[in-house]
């Protein structure tokens, strides 16, 4: 049955060789009797069990209570239906357990498996049909194709090493920390630019922002960096159910009679977020489902982002419209080295 391999102490006796050993009921017809009348009789208590349970429910006073050491009085019914119940379920376990070890077939079951590696016939026709593929390619004898073909596989990784350039110049630190957010910078709509009233968010709406200096600030950089790290939602609340804020005094909160505005790039890995729950005030990542209460500071409630939804403080200037009071007081997006 077995076979040489190196995963197979062949000193130790394999299953198949160990001698089987005969349970009484399989040589005894007593035996088996007994053990037949055991089952049968597990299952009967179980039956009378089950019956009692239902009998106590059925005549036992609602409101009967008996003394039980430790536990003081408690309810009849709870403890006898209790205990009847759960005994006969036992006696059910029991006699599926014991009919199965004493009386059902007990036979061990070999599977043979065949050794992983290939023969020795096997592995010499391989190695004769690759040292014939050599000899046919002519690698060894034709030096000057052997020698260019090394130089274009050395050269191969080079193209994959350039584009890292494309990744584009190693941020600073200042600017994974800012924003083009300034005090007075007014909130526009994202993409037709228009300044926000705040006479005009209604409670539980939602509206995507963005700097109003946004398009120049593009137009000079030539690159989406600062539309990527300072587009926000601003979100209308009734001031009741502002539970906390990430920063602000009374006299000076970071929002305006309840519209809060938030970062709308994910602390997690950066996905943009609009996924608003008015009345949990929850926002839901797509991504990978992170959760961030914006009635609690922005907290993470759910989900893989290590950090709190960053808020932007924000009043109104002499006209109503939404403006910036700074810029974000914690770096946006992703966490990174020196921002966990
Ligand atoms: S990017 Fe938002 S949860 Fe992953």
Redo the contacts with the bound molecule.
């Keep these: 049955m077995t076979q040489d391999h190196p995963a197979i102490d062949p000193s130790r006796p394999q299953a198949a060789e160990v001698a089987h050993e005969w349970r009484a009921a399989d040589l005894d017809p007593v035996a088996e009797r007994r053990a037949e009348r055991q089952v049968a009789g597990l299952f009967g208590a179980a039956t009378l069990l089950i019956l009692a349970s239902v009998l106590i429910y059925g005549f036992t006073d609602y409101n009967a209570t008996v003394g039980v050491p430790l536990l003081g009085d408690v309810n009849v019914i709870n403890v006898f239906m209790g205990l009847t119940f759960g005994l006969g379920v036992f006696c059910i376990g029991a006699g599926a357990i014991h009919w199965a070890k004493k009386l059902m077939p007990d036979v061990e079951v070999v599977e043979d498996r065949h050794p992983l590696t290939s023969d020795e016939e096997a592995r010499a026709a391989f190695a004769e049909t690759f040292a014939a593929g050599v000899a046919d390619s002519g690698i060894l004898k034709r030096g000057i194709l052997r020698r260019s073909l090394l130089g274009a596989m050395a050269l191969f990784p080079l193209p994959l090493i350039v584009l890292l350039r494309d990744l584009g110049p190693a941020p600073t630190h200042g600017q994974l920390n800012h924003t083009i957010w300034r005090a007075g910078t007014r909130l526009v709509t994202d993409v037709t630019y228009l300044p926000i009233k705040a006479a005009d968010v209604p409670v539980g709406g939602l509206v995507n922002a963005v700097p109003e200096n946004l398009p120049q600030v593009e137009e000079q950089d030539g690159t989406l960096n600062a539309r990527a790290k300072s587009v926000i939602i601003v979100v209308r609340l009734n001031e009741r159910d502002i539970i906390a804020q990430q920063g602000g005094t009374p006299s000076a909160p970071w929002d305006y009679q309840g519209i809060l505005a938030y970062s709308k790039v994910?602390t997690?890995?950066?996905?943009p977020?609009s996924l608003y729950e008015q009345r949990t005030h929850h926002l839901l990542?797509p991504?990978?489902?992170?959760t961030f209460d914006l009635a609690d500071a922005g907290k993470v409630v759910f989900?893989?982002?290590a950090r709190n939804m960053p808020q932007l403080p924000i009043t109104v200037d002499a006209e109503g419209y939404l403006i910036a009071r700074s810029d974000f007081q914690q770096p946006v997006g992703p966490s990174f080295w020196e921002r966990a």
Excluded: D, K, L, R
Excluded at 287 to 290: D, G, I, K, V
């Design positions: 994910c997690h890995v950066g996905c977020i990542c991504c990978h489902q992170s989900g893989p982002a």
